[in-house]
Each structure stands twice: as structure tokens, then as C-alpha cells.
Nanobody, 121 residues
């Protein structure tokens, strides 16, 4: 099982970026997926999650209204659209998948390698 995240980069505050995470190794249409991030010197934190069917989504309070998670099960890919970016969004962003179809809760068992997002003020 592999998760390949991409789309990170350098952006000015107020700008947008779109992250993608392509999964391979098995079908993920029955698995919830999520995005997490880890800033320098900080612990990894939850950003957003989406249920297997895409109908249920959760967001961290810090990104609500600015980030949107979505998925395309035909492509085994999950996306994170990030708008109105702030310097505090600077972090390495990781995608993850879990065996459960439910977006809520823990239990992520596979993780991608991460993609760096840097927001300059």
C-alpha cells in the first residue's frame, strides 16, 4: 500500500493550493481518508477527513471554511483544496487511510510521505 501526496509549495498569504494524494496497492473506496499536518517543532495534527463514500467530512476548527476535502474513488485519490492560506498553515501535510469507512475517529494505518506547504506573509 502506497500513498503519494503532491501539490505542496510556496504561496503568499491569502493564496490557494490544492493537494492530491494518490493511493495504490488496493482499492480504497471502502476506506475513510484524512489529511494531517505537522509544523516545525509541533505535533502532528488533524486537518480533515472524509468517509469512504464522500458523504461525511470533518475539519479542524482552524481550517473550517477555508479548506475542502474531497475524493475520487475511481482514481483512488483524495484532495485538499486550501484557500485563504495563512502563515500558520505552514507545515508538512500528510494523507492517511484507515480500514474503517467512517470519517470520524482514529485508526489510520497507512500514511503518505508528506508534502511541504509554506505560506509566506
Amino acid at each position: 500500500v502506497q500513498l503519494q501526496a503532491s501539490g505542496g509549495g510556496l504561496v503568499l498569504a491569502g493564496g490557494s493550493l490544492s493537494l492530491s494524494c494518490a493511493a495504490s496497492g488496493r482499492t480504497f473506496s471502502t476506506s475513510a481518508m484524512g489529511w494531517f499536518r505537522q509544523g516545525a517543532g509541533k505535533e502532528r495534527e488533524f486537518v480533515a477527513s472524509i468517509s469512504a463514500g464522500g458523504g461525511t467530512k470533518y475539519y479542524a476548527d482552524s481550517v473550517k471554511g477555508r479548506f475542502t476535502i474531497s475524493r475520487d474513488n475511481a482514481k483512488n485519490t483524495v484532495y485538499l483544496q486550501m484557500n485563504s492560506l495563512k502563515p500558520e498553515d505552514t507545515a508538512v501535510y500528510y494523507c492517511a487511510v484507515k480500514a474503517s469507512a467512517a470519517a470520524a475517529g482514529r485508526g489510520y494505518d497507512y500514511w503518505g510521505q508528506g508534502t511541504l506547504v509554506t505560506v509566506s506573509s
